[in-house]
């Protein structure tokens, strides 16, 4: 779950990670939700799930008590795990918002608002020319190396390494209190932020040496940008009611409202859930129309003001579609795990 949305990327109020269950238990079977209720749960008994990945924290609030009726007790009685992954979520790039964009049939879509910027780092480290190669290769299937379509990418460098191995070490190369100089090669490689620690851990396992050397550079020529919201476009124009009910039958939304901007729909943007925070980016990125969840009453005003048209399809409705994208996502990564779409998870909202 780091490596598809990095927990990192959580919003500072928000809870996410591992909130229930035994973190030294396997896992056979999971159930993708997007909130954990008492549905969910029993579905996740039915299906023999002992984790719930649930997009909506299960606890958020703090707790006072734990009683019979909670489903944090249920959970711990019944076994079952939770990892939330919310906010991290929402901005990943196989999320939320790809989820959704995906499901309304946009192309060529492109980041609605920057949430953060960070820069990448240069991780550098010394290896005998010998094993160089089964480094690199461990770093690049770690994520170090990529970069705008390219991968495994590195610079290497010849030059000489010396140390001193001290009382109680096991050199690879060299002798305990002998000063021992030997030919070794300079391996740089980029690396974005959200993967370090994991391309360090596999470098430090591909290493030969008992204590490799290495170096952690930021490089601020390069970023990683963090996007909430997408913007794409059909693949035809569409009338504005048109468009509103093609987003109503695509989400499979109990209803949706929209405002009248007089224009045709060819470029959407989209923010899931609560997104109307991101209205004014759709603006700016000359959207014809702004796709969200939930919309208060000044933003519709300014929608309605600057011709944009705004439909909200609900909270439930432009979030669930991400459970069944995520399932099989987690399917490809861990094939001895099953992984379950939620079919108990239903909209609390109806519509007459």
Not at 75 to 90: F, K, M, P, Q
Not at 100 to 118: H, I, M, V
Not at 154 to 172: D, K
Not at 182 to 193: A, G
Request: aromatic residues 6%; hydrophobic residues 45%.
């Amino acid at each position: 779950m780091d490596g598809l949305a990095p927990f990192a990327d959580a919003e500072s109020w928000d809870n996410c990670g591992i909130l229930a269950g035994n973190r030294k238990n396997g896992v056979r079977a999971a159930l993708v939700a997007l909130d954990v209720t008492g549905a969910v749960i029993d579905e996740a008994v039915r299906r023999g799930c002992g984790l719930i990945i649930s997009h909506h924290p299960v606890i958020f609030s703090p707790m006072k008590t734990v009683c019979e009726d909670s489903l944090v007790y249920r959970l711990i009685r019944e076994d079952i795990a939770v990892i939330s992954a919310h906010t991290n979520l929402d901005v990943a790039g196989q999320g939320v918002n790809a989820a959704l964009a995906a499901r309304l049939g946009l192309a060529n879509t492109q980041g609605l608002q920057a949430f953060k910027r960070e820069a990448y780092w240069k991780v550098q480290t010394f290896v005998p020319p010998a094993y160089v190669e089964a480094v690199r290769a461990a770093m690049a299937a770690a994520g170090a190396g990529e970069l705008d379509g390219y991968s495994g990418c590195a610079y290497q460098t010849m030059g000489e390494g010396c140390f001193l191995p001290g009382a109680g070490t096991n050199p690879a190369i060299g002798t305990v209190g002998t000063l021992e100089r030997t030919p070794e090669i300079k391996l740089e490689m980029l690396c974005p932020p959200d993967r370090t620690d994991v391309v360090v851990r596999a470098l430090r396992q591909a290493h030969p040496y008992e204590v490799p050397a290495y170096d952690l550079l930021a490089n601020s020529a390069v970023q990683r940008t963090v996007y909430l919201g997408l913007v794409g476009e059909l693949s035809e124009e569409m009338e504005e009611e048109a468009f509103a009910r093609h987003v109503k039958q695509a989400l499979d939304a109990v209803g949706v409202r929209y405002t009248r901007a007089g224009r045709r729909i060819r470029r959407v943007a989209v923010c899931s859930g609560a997104g109307d925070v991101a209205l004014p980016d759709a603006l700016r990125m000359g959207a014809d129309a702004f796709v969200t969840g939930e919309c208060k009453h000044h933003n519709l005003v300014l929608a309605d003001s600057e011709g944009l048209c705004v439909v909200t399809a609900g909270h439930f409705a432009t979030e669930n579609v991400v459970c069944a994208p995520l399932a099989a996502l987690l399917s490809e990564r861990l094939p001895e795990t099953a992984f379950y779409a939620s079919e108990a998870g239903k909209d609390p909202e109806y519509a007459v």
